[in-house]
DNA sequence: CTCTTGATCTTCT
DNA sequence: GAAGATCAAGAGC
């Protein structure tokens, strides 16, 4: 089956020097990116910042063999378990050894769908990545992928080609350091795990 | 709509 | 032993 929804226009493919500076730059400059995984994803709508100097950074206490690759150079992947059931996806940023990453929270599914709902079961096409364990399950996402460089197969992720509207606020689901507004949106967007407080 | 609960991996106390 | 960067299903209002 064809996928009918229009992909945005892609722009270039974002190589590791994007990610050799401040997880506070990085982040709201991946809204409005697109995320593929095996060509499957779609357009970045939330993210959050997390920086070692902060206690809810897992990297806060140091390395460990599970967040080893966030203590490594800026352009890989960081893929934790989560409650022990989940999947999560972040983005190393920085430099070797500053341990600070973005996580990807949220996506507006452009590419692949058909796979993305066989992977996700009976959902809307809405609820397929509003949530950084529901993503990625929809891209086929697990520990496999940790470690994986961001600028080579079967990751690719292109620069947006317009500087969208972007709105921040506190973190979700965490309950140190909550009070940081270190999760950015992509204003207005129907894709995100939760909606920013007006 | 909100609230509660179970799933059960990794780390820390 | 307990908590955590989560999600879905079910009960109650």
Same mark, same amino acid.
């Given at each position: 089956?064809?996928?009918?929804?229009? #992909?945005?226009?892609?722009?270039? !493919?974002?190589?590791?020097?994007?990610?050799?500076?401040?997880?506070?730059?990085?982040?709201?400059?991946? /809204?409005?990116?697109?995320?593929?995984?095996?060509?499957?994803?779609? /357009?970045?709508?939330?993210?959050? #910042?997390?920086?070692?100097?902060?206690?809810?950074?897992?990297?806060?206490?140091?390395?460990?063999?599970?967040?080893?690759?966030?203590?490594? $150079?800026?352009?890989?992947?960081?893929?934790?378990?989560?409650?022990?059931?989940?999947?999560?996806?972040?983005?190393?940023?920085?430099?070797?050894?500053?341990?600070?990453?973005? !996580? &990807?929270?949220?996506?507006?599914?452009?590419?692949?769908? $058909?796979?993305?709902?066989?992977?996700?079961?009976?959902?809307?096409?809405?609820?397929?990545?509003?949530?950084?364990?529901?993503?990625?399950?929809?891209?086929?996402?697990?520990?496999?992928?940790?470690?994986?460089? !961001?600028?080579?197969?079967? &990751? #690719? /992720?292109?620069?947006?080609?317009?500087?969208?509207?972007?709105?921040?606020? &506190?973190? &979700?689901?965490?309950?140190?350091?909550?009070?940081?507004?270190?999760?950015?949106?992509?204003?207005?967007?129907?894709? !995100?795990?939760?909606?920013?407080? #007006?």
């Amino acid at each position: 089956m064809a996928d009918l929804k229009p #992909a945005a226009p892609l722009g270039r !493919l974002l190589t590791k020097t994007f990610f050799a500076r401040s997880v506070h730059e990085v982040a709201p400059a991946l /809204i409005g990116a697109t995320l593929l995984v095996d060509g499957v994803g779609g /357009i970045i709508t939330e993210v959050e #910042a997390y920086h070692h100097t902060e206690p809810a950074a897992h990297s806060f206490n140091g390395p460990t063999p599970r967040n080893m690759v966030m203590f490594g $150079p800026p352009g890989f992947l960081y893929v934790y378990r989560s409650y022990g059931i989940h999947w999560c996806m972040n983005f190393v940023c920085e430099k070797e050894g500053s341990a600070s990453a973005v !996580l &990807i929270r949220a996506l507006e599914p452009t590419h692949g769908i $058909p796979a993305m709902r066989r992977r996700r079961g009976l959902h809307d096409e809405r609820s397929l990545c509003t949530g950084p364990g529901k993503l990625c399950e929809a891209m086929g996402v697990s520990i496999k992928h940790n470690t994986l460089p !961001l600028d080579a197969p079967p &990751i #690719a /992720i292109h620069a947006r080609t317009h500087k969208p509207e972007i709105v921040s606020g &506190i973190r &979700i689901g965490i309950t140190k350091a909550a009070e940081l507004p270190w999760r950015y949106g992509l204003k207005g967007s129907k894709f !995100l795990s939760k909606p920013f407080p #007006a």
